[in-house]
């Protein structure tokens, strides 16, 4: 038949089925989020390690601060349809990439020789950008809304509080970014799950 195998012609593909292409993308970006939770889980290790007493200490409990326009997970999260919760991942992954900068711009100030955090930070920020963006593809694959672009004043607001605030505090709110980075990272791995061709139907 003289045809060539693997052709990256999206014309070619749409003219066949539009399904092994979405497949295949859900498929890269469950990937993309399961790898991003493990390192989810070492930023947060690490970022506890730099911290000092009493951070990392047993029984230590933090102040959950607020973080502006973003929240962890709702309780009633897995009960919404697939694309609502893959829309409200979006926006928790949109919202968290100048947050994750602001953390690591306070770092560089009170953990200056912690290169190795600072790196995860910075990879961070980027990598959550990189889901975001992989989430929405499959949202419009889906032929679901995407979230709205989001607007700088709360990360602006939280980039001032944090440079005024104290050490502790300071302290304290990065390791509320971090934890919300991981929660929501881990939530987009579950959600993709549901319809990756292994995950529940």
Same mark, same amino acid.
């Given at each position: 038949?003289?045809?060539?195998?693997?052709?990256?012609?999206?014309?070619?593909?749409?003219?066949?089925?539009?399904?092994?292409?979405?497949?295949?993308?859900?498929?890269?970006?469950?990937?993309?989020?399961?790898?991003?939770?493990?390192?989810?889980?070492?930023?947060?290790?690490?970022?506890?390690?730099?911290?000092?007493?009493?951070?990392?200490?047993?029984?230590?409990?933090?102040?959950?601060?607020?973080?502006?326009?973003?929240?962890?997970?709702?309780?009633?999260?897995?009960?919404?349809?697939?694309?609502?919760?893959?829309?409200?991942?979006?926006?928790?992954?949109?919202?968290?990439?100048?947050?994750?900068?602001?953390?690591?711009?306070?770092?560089?100030?009170?953990?200056?020789r912690a290169p190795r955090?600072?790196?995860?930070? !910075?990879?961070? *920020?980027?990598? =959550?950008? &990189?889901?975001? %963006? @992989?989430?929405? $593809?499959?949202?419009?694959?889906?032929? /679901?809304?995407?979230? !709205?672009?989001? *607007?700088?004043? =709360?990360? &602006?607001?939280? %980039? @001032?509080?944090? $440079?005024?605030?104290?050490?502790?505090? /300071?302290?304290?709110?990065?390791?509320?970014?971090?934890?919300?980075?991981?929660?929501?990272?881990?939530?987009?791995?579950?959600?993709?799950?549901?319809? /990756?061709?292994?995950?529940?139907?």
């Open positions: 038949m003289n045809r060539r195998e693997g052709s990256l012609d999206p014309q070619a593909d749409s003219s066949i089925s539009p399904l092994p292409h979405l497949e295949a993308k859900i498929q890269q970006t469950h990937s993309l989020a399961r790898l991003l939770t493990k390192y989810a889980e070492q930023l947060l290790q690490e970022y506890v390690q730099h911290q000092g007493d009493p951070f990392g200490l047993p029984g230590f409990s933090p102040p959950r601060l607020p973080v502006a326009d973003l929240s962890a997970p709702g309780p009633g999260h897995e009960g919404l349809p697939v694309p609502e919760r893959l829309r409200l991942d979006a926006a928790a992954l949109a919202a968290l990439p100048p947050l994750l900068d602001v953390v690591r711009r306070r770092q560089a100030e009170l953990n200056p955090l600072l790196q995860r930070l !910075e990879d961070a *920020t980027r990598q =959550a950008r &990189a889901l975001g %963006a @992989a989430v929405e $593809a499959v949202l419009a694959a889906l032929g /679901a809304e995407t979230p !709205e672009p989001r *607007t700088e004043p =709360a990360t &602006a607001a939280i %980039a @001032a509080a944090t $440079a005024t605030a104290g050490v502790f505090a /300071a302290k304290v709110l990065g390791l509320r970014v971090c934890g919300l980075y991981r929660e929501w990272v881990s939530r987009t791995e579950a959600d993709l799950g549901q319809l /990756a061709p292994e995950g529940p139907a």
